[in-house]
């Protein structure tokens, strides 16, 4: 009996930490307390429940038939727990694993640049970083990866996951995908490479003849409130008439990063954000700023804008009145701390909601658009598996993809069902002798990389950015 209680004393110290954590626990939630600073509501009550378990680690250790790994058995019983939570946002993080976590932090990383997620059990992806090796090989928000290279997906963690994807510069990984509005799965082979967290970008726009400010926030790390009081203040020394946020594609970050930005953007009027506890009490936060920016704001959003991106959206249009234009938002509504274990690896916990100015929820949800706008079909399309040339009376998903392409690009195929017929041939003939190609009508392996290429140039081009256009319309109007 004697040692068993040693093993859920043991146990105990694993999961719950100490003074470390518990300085950790405090700086965002001020009113959790220590288990072990509370005897009768700590350590005394979790040692019976625990019994149970040290019961069956001890019997696992000294009669299983093969020897076992000690580290892996308690590995195994956290991840179990946390398993249990149902919550894709709380992950167990093993020593190696937590090391990686944090080198992701830094101001570069080795891997493909792709904020992943698990949603309903499926492992997606919520956003590519900018100009990382997944935004250049076509992943978009929303993709669910089934394979990674050739192996199931099923049963990893986010961490895990994650573990398979980063690796050594230079070296391949390939992702089985499965898209919306495509029937079978799509393959990428991407090469890793230094993934750089430039997080702001700025640009003066000049829109009927007036000037306007962009600045694209691509998530929020640890400089970026910085670099964004410091791009906005050159915009502003141009006598800027308005101001263009970005956060399209952003899939947030570190919630002081958006706090601190807040506070440059929204009045007290209200919270810009409400943080509440399992026990339903909420920590509100307040700007100190007395009055709005003496210029009109507008937010460009989509479906990749998500949790720290989702406060900024909030706050600035139940405050301000800001217009949002775009697209619905992710829809992640809670707060997750990664707390360091005593015995080595972290716990990643969900612990606590966060709520919109007006006290909404909008885990699941998302934040409608004040004005819906969608991008042409083209910003979509996707990429063309080439295996062989497509040609008249074919049939294939591909074909739809380049037909697709065509239409974006002003070559009427006629039909985007994926059905070769006499009218896409026509629109291939005319698109090859434009481009300078043999003029077969067949979509061969030249054509496909024309075609993508010419769509990834119109996509740069921000005349065919529909969203961003509406949102200088909206701001001369406001002017």
């Not at 294939?396 to 697709?404: L, R, S, V």
């Not at 039909?415 to 070769?420: A, C, P, Q, S, V």
Request: charged share 25%; with cysteine.
């Amino acid at each position: 009996m004697k040692k068993r209680w040693l093993v859920i004393i043991s146990v105990c110290s694993f999961l719950l930490g100490a003074g470390g954590i518990y300085a950790s626990m405090m700086w965002i939630f001020p009113n959790w307390q220590d288990p072990q600073s509370n005897q009768e509501s700590g350590t005394v009550q979790i040692l019976p429940a625990m019994e149970k378990v040290a019961e069956a680690y001890d019997l696992i250790q000294h009669a299983y038939v093969e020897e076992v790994d000690t580290k892996k058995l308690i590995q195994g019983a956290i991840q179990g727990m946390v398993a249990t939570l149902q919550d894709p946002y709380s992950v167990y993080m093993d020593e190696e694993t937590a090391e990686r976590f944090n080198e992701s932090m830094d101001s570069s990383f080795n891997g493909i640049g792709a904020q992943i997620a698990i949603q309903e059990g499926k492992l997606v992806i919520i956003s590519p970083i900018k100009n990382s090796p997944a935004e250049k090989a076509g992943l978009k928000a929303k993709d669910q990866i089934i394979k990674i290279d050739g192996d199931s997906v099923d049963g990893l963690d986010l961490y895990e996951a994650s573990s398979k994807i980063r690796g050594k510069k230079g070296t391949a990984v390939t992702l089985d995908i499965m898209r919306s509005g495509v029937s079978k799965s799509l393959n990428y082979e991407i090469v890793r490479d230094e993934v750089p967290i430039l997080t702001v970008f700025s640009e003066l726009k000049e829109s009927g003849g007036k000037k306007f400010g962009y600045v694209e926030i691509t998530s929020f790390a640890e400089g970026t409130a910085k670099d964004f009081e410091a791009e906005l203040k050159e915009l502003e020394a141009e006598n800027i008439e308005g101001l263009v946020i970005d956060v399209r594609g952003n899939p947030g970050g570190m919630l002081i990063s958006v706090q601190e930005i807040l506070a440059q953007l929204v009045t007290g009027e209200k919270p810009y954000v409400q943080i509440e506890e399992r026990s339903g009490k909420k920590q509100t936060y307040y700007s100190e700023l007395e009055k709005e920016k003496g210029y009109p704001i507008t937010v460009l959003i989509d479906e990749g804008s998500a949790s720290a991106s989702e406060i900024l959206v909030a706050a600035l249009n139940e405050i301000n009145g800001t217009t949002l234009i775009g697209t619905k938002t992710f829809g992640k509504g809670t707060v997750q701390q990664p707390i360091p274990l005593e015995a080595g690896g972290n716990l990643k916990l969900t612990m606590a909601k966060w709520l919109t100015p007006d006290g909404n929820w909008i885990h699941g949800k998302g934040i409608d658009p004040t004005i819906e706008v969608q991008q042409p079909a083209y910003f979509n399309a996707h990429a063309i598996e080439y295996k062989e040339p497509l040609k008249l009376n074919m049939n294939d998903e591909n074909i739809k993809f380049a037909q697709e392409m065509l239409k974006g690009l002003g070559f009427s195929p006629g039909r985007i069902d994926g059905y070769f017929d006499e009218q896409t041939e026509k629109a291939v003939r005319a698109f090859q002798s434009i481009e300078e190609l043999p003029i077969t009508g067949e979509i061969d392996e030249k054509t496909v990389a024309k075609l993508e290429g010419k769509i990834a140039d119109f996509i740069k081009d921000e005349k065919n950015d529909i969203q961003l256009q509406v949102a200088l319309k909206s701001l001369q109007k406001n002017n």
